[in-house]
């Protein structure tokens, strides 16, 4: 059987160091594309864990409000102004606010993300945290984030061994004195890029852990219900008319996307994540260009022979395109699989979710592609220079 190998390959593999070194050249780049968007979508997804886990359909904040990290509250008679509008069927009141926990093993003490709500009203879509609201009903017991980062101590292990009387202390901000909480449960949600570990506890909780620095009628998050059939948008409208502008109202994906274009366009991490991908591409580019550019000037006088004999421009920049595909998914193998170990050892690493996934693999592999086919375009001017004199 004849077998017909592409020109396009048979020029690439005539020099197979050189041919390696050029695929391992642009998996790099494939590599360096997949860490930015992995950790570019780990920095959304946990940023918004909160706001996604919430049961809610709207959803009051300040009209200061930044992030869940910089939020500013609002009074909680605003909330309950709201439970008067026709189609809410239900409102909760969710108390955020950043403390000092004392690690039991070293006594070092470390920021944590504290949670509150009214236990009778839950507001949280956890499974784990469903299943211990009752022990958040008893004063001065809390929900432990066993995802959270290792510097706060072996709070999750012990308690998972069996120890039920473990005893916490928690330290607002510039107090000197804490305030001794009891872990109930544990829960997983998850540290993020500004939350290195998150504990849940009732409101009454939360108000006597920080006695001197939130009032009860000082709230973060106002969570309202609707009732099962109601026009959510209508809804929407008829509150931002008429609460007072010292509030805004947000449906689930506006307030998810809110948190993601902070992130992105307000912090320096978006800007430095998005700056990172596109450079590399930009760089892509340039180390494909000169691989292309380097095997078309190696090659010459091989395709100025062709055109001698006949085959067309089209034909030798066909070659061209060809070869760069080639690069393309060859070097998108390597990058892909090295990059999936990363990922492992980045989310065991950090705790923060950072995940292959169908579409990231997708997009990178569409890149990859495109930034081959480009530098092939810009290689092939090189290309159509070649003279069938040159071989005399």
């Known amino acids: 059987m004849n077998l017909k190998i592409p020109l396009a390959w048979l020029q690439l593999a005539q020099q197979k160091v050189r041919f390696l070194v050029a695929i391992a050249g642009i998996a790099f780049i494939v590599l360096l594309m997949f860490v930015q968007l ?4 780990a920095l959304y997804s946990s940023a918004t864990a909160v706001h996604q886990s919430l049961r809610g359909d709207l959803f009051l904040v300040s009209s200061q409000y930044k992030s ?5 509250s609002f009074s909680r ?6 439970l008067g509008f026709d189609g809410v069927e239900s409102v909760s009141p969710m108390y955020l606010q950043f403390a000092k926990l004392k690690n039991p093993a070293t006594g070092e003490k470390y920021s944590i993300y504290v949670i509150g709500f009214d236990p009778g009203r ?3 879509n956890i499974p784990e945290v469903e299943q211990n ?7 001065d017991v809390m929900l432990f984030d066993r995802d959270s980062r290792p510097e706060f101590g072996p709070i999750a292990a012990n308690f998972d061994k069996g120890d039920k009387e473990q005893t916490i202390e928690i330290f607002p901000f510039d107090a000197q004195i804490g305030y001794r909480v ?19 506890v009732s409101d009454s909780t939360f108000l006597r852990i920080n006695p001197n620095t939130r009032p009860a009628e000082k709230i973060d998050i106002g969570v309202i219900s609707l009732k099962p059939g109601v026009d959510a948008e209508e809804i929407l409208k008829n509150l ?10 947000f449906t689930r994906q506006e307030f998810i996307n809110f948190e993601k ?6 912090t320096p991490i978006g800007f430095i994540l998005n700056l990172m991908l596109t450079m590399a591409s930009v760089v892509g580019v340039v180390i494909v260009y000169q691989i292309l550019y380097s095997n078309i000037a190696t090659q010459f006088i091989a395709y100025a022979t062709l055109k001698a004999i006949g085959y067309a421009n089209n034909y030798l920049l066909n070659v061209v395109f060809q070869q760069a595909l080639i690069l393309a998914f060859l070097s998108y193998i390597p990058g892909f699989l090295v990059s999936v170990i990363l990922y492992d050892f980045a989310r065991e690493a950090t705790k923060l979710p950072i995940i292959m996934t169908a579409n990231n693999a997708a997009i990178v592999l569409i890149s990859a592609v495109l930034m081959c086919i480009t530098s092939g375009a810009l290689a092939i001017n090189k290309l159509r220079s070649a003279d069938p004199a040159d071989i005399f």
């Open 38 to 41: 992995g950790f570019q979508d």
């Open 68 to 72: 869940l990290t910089s939020s500013q």
């Open 77 to 82: 008679t605003r909330l309950y102004q709201a």
């Open 122 to 124: 839950p507001v949280m």
């Open 133 to 139: 609201l009752d022990k958040l009903k008893i004063p």
């Open 182 to 200: 009891r872990v109930g449960g544990l829960f997983s949600l998850g540290p993020s890029f500004g939350v290195d570990g998150n504990l849940i």
């Open 240 to 249: 931002k008319a008429s609460l007072p502008n010292d509030v805004q109202v």
């Open 261 to 266: 274009n902070y992130w992105a366009l307000r």
